[in-house]
């Protein structure tokens, strides 16, 4: 495969260019030579890389992570261990959302179910529910505890 500028990198996997510089300047993507013309010339390498990263993102790792991940890659007598570790404790951070977000779902849809969408907003007790200073939370406690729709 011949080399390609920033543009056409960019154009292949899918991103833009200035995706490309930022990933370069945190050092997830080496900075590629330059041609005789002054512009980067990137390989396969680089499309490699770009895809790496993608797919992690996609699966939710920071860009420290990301590093660290093809750090990793980038040695092959490197830890196992790490690797999982670091994917167990993404998973453990997905879960934990999920978990978060069904509480949430929960509490959304009771206060849905006990309004009837009609006539004025006053004495509607979803804005109630959110207005009542007795049962203000951080909205983690509430969906935690599920009190928003157990008061009133």
């Known amino acids: 495969m011949s080399t390609m500028t920033r543009g056409q990198l960019a154009k292949r996997c899918g991103v833009g260019p200035e995706t490309i510089r930022f990933y370069e300047r945190r ?3 080496p900075e590629a030579p330059r041609s005789q013309g002054g512009y980067r010339r990137f390989g396969a390498e680089a499309v ?5 990263i993608r797919r992690a ?3 939710g790792f920071s860009l420290p992570e990301i590093g660290e991940l ?3 890659h980038d040695n092959p007598g ?4 790490r ?16 978990a978060d977000l069904e509480r949430m779902r929960s ?8 309004c009837s969408g009609h006539g004025p907003v006053d004495g509607c007790p979803i804005i109630e529910a959110l207005a009542d200073d007795s049962r203000a939370r951080t909205a983690r406690e509430t969906t935690r ?4 729709t157990r008061h009133g």
Not at 107 to 114: C, D, F, G, I
Request: proline letters at 0%; glycine letters at 8%.
């Open 107 to 114: 509490v959304l849809a009771e206060l849905a179910e006990q």
């Open 83 to 98: 690797v999982k570790a670091l994917t167990e404790a993404k998973l453990d951070e997905v879960e934990a959302k999920m």
């Open 78 to 81: 490197g830890d196992r261990g």
């Open 145 to 148: 505890t599920g009190d928003l």
């Open 70 to 72: 093809l750090a990793l």
């Open 48 to 52: 490699s890389r770009l895809v790496f």
């Open 57 to 59: 993102k996609a699966l």
């Open 27 to 29: 050092g997830l993507i």
